[in-house]
């Protein structure tokens, strides 16, 4: 039987389903936990409206404890070989594209000039490339960290071994990205090759936390396959990790990969996940992404409107930019440093943010160092 629900009964309905989701927004705020079904709920039933409420409470509750300051990372893009073949990444193994790598004293040149630029932290981001032996890396971090004494250096450089992540950690790195991509594990294994091994990225970040790094997780929204189950998952991952930095970014297909013609993530779902996970870890540092700045030109700003608080502007030679297209139509690959940092002033000034140049260590951070 096919029964027609009378209007005003459905808009009843709806108008429940928004006063549970909104409780349970509030419930978040206070307790900064909820179980599985919980937030099911909530990214099942989320409307314009409730996201309004979503949106406003993650960025009162960034501004509870990190005002509106918006700390700046220099973004160093070392190198785009990767042994890897993350199968929606558009610089993987398999891809046919000009390859680069910036020798040791590049980068530390690279470093001078963001200093000289203001910037007071460094993330030197890579491809899992070889060719950077363990003590080149060391060497480039003493000679960073001789020169300049009030900065912090991130690394970027994928899974490494224990051994190595405690060399770099001794020879002065102090924080240290990874994102998980997927703490699904079937998710993660549809988005990667065989041999790459969800628990051993798992344990990589593991290991990070025990030596003492800053340590940062994230992931991507709307891979292809991904549900709301699986974003669960992330949630509750993450909150179990207590990671220091998130990076939460919307997938963006690239149609060189197999997963051409997906759909990539929308500016709202990756919203209402950087919202949900300010409202889980209030203290962790959550950057506005690049690929948010790529799928909208104001997505970036928004990502800082409802919890995000931290912006990476480019500092990599302009010359390499456009070879580091882990997706397409990336933003800033004709840019000059300068020109980058300026811009992103001018956008963070417009939404009423201020830049702070400190180091800005996460406030969930009670580390060794
Ligand atoms: N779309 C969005 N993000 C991507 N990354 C890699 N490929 C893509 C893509 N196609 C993200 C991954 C990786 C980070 C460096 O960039 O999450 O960890
Ligand atoms: Fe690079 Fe805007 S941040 S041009």
């Known amino acids: 039987m096919n029964l027609i629900m009378p209007k005003l009964l459905s808009t009843k309905l709806d108008e429940t389903k928004d006063n549970k989701v909104i409780a349970l927004i509030d419930k978040l705020t206070i307790t900064e936990v909820l179980t599985k079904n919980e937030y099911l709920y909530i990214l099942d039933n989320i409307t314009s409206n409730t ?63 963001g200093y000289n630029l203001g910037y007071r932290t460094f993330v030197i981001q890579g491809g899992e490339d070889s060719y950077y032996q363990t003590k080149m890396i060391v060497k480039m971090l003493k000679s960073i960290k001789d020169m300049f004494k009030d900065i912090r250096i991130t690394l970027s450089l994928g899974e490494r ?6 060399a770099f950690y001794d020879a002065g790195a102090d924080r240290y990205l990874l994102r998980h991509e997927a703490a699904s594990k079937k998710l993660y294994e549809h988005l990667h090759p065989d041999y790459m091994s969800y628990d051993n990225r798992i344990n990589c970040l593991k290991n990070l936390k025990e030596i003492g790094y800053q340590v940062g997780a994230g992931f991507m929204v709307g891979s292809p396959t991904q549900n709301n189950e699986d974003l669960v998952e992330d949630l509750l991952f993450l909150k179990s990790l207590n990671p220091h930095m998130v990076g939460i970014g919307p997938y963006l297909c690239h149609s060189d990969t197999v997963f051409k013609g997906s759909s990539s993530g929308t500016l709202d779902e990756t919203l209402v996940m950087v919202a949900l996970t300010r409202l889980i870890l209030p203290k962790t540092l959550l950057p506005s992404t690049t690929a948010l700045g790529s799928l909208s030109p104001i997505g970036r700003e928004k990502a800082l409107k409802v919890g995000a608080n931290v912006l990476m502007p480019n500092i990599s030679p302009t010359e390499h930019r456009i070879k580091y297209e882990i997706y397409q139509d990336k933003i800033c690959v004709t840019d000059t440093s300068d020109q980058c940092r300026n811009c992103i002033e001018g956008r963070v000034v417009m939404i009423d943010h201020e830049i702070d140049l400190g180091v800005g260590d996460a406030l969930n951070f009670e580390g060794k160092k």
Do not use: P, W
């Open 51 to 113: 996201k309004k409420h979503l949106f406003n409470q993650g960025l009162l509750k960034k501004q509870i404890y990190y005002q509106n300051r918006v700390y700046l990372r220099g973004l160093i893009e070392i190198s785009n070989y990767c042994k890897k073949g993350c199968l929606y990444c558009g610089i993987n193994n398999k891809m046919e594209v000009e390859r680069y790598r910036l020798d040791i004293d590049e980068i530390i040149n690279t470093a001078k000039e």
């Open 161 to 166: 071994s224990y051994e190595d992540y405690q």
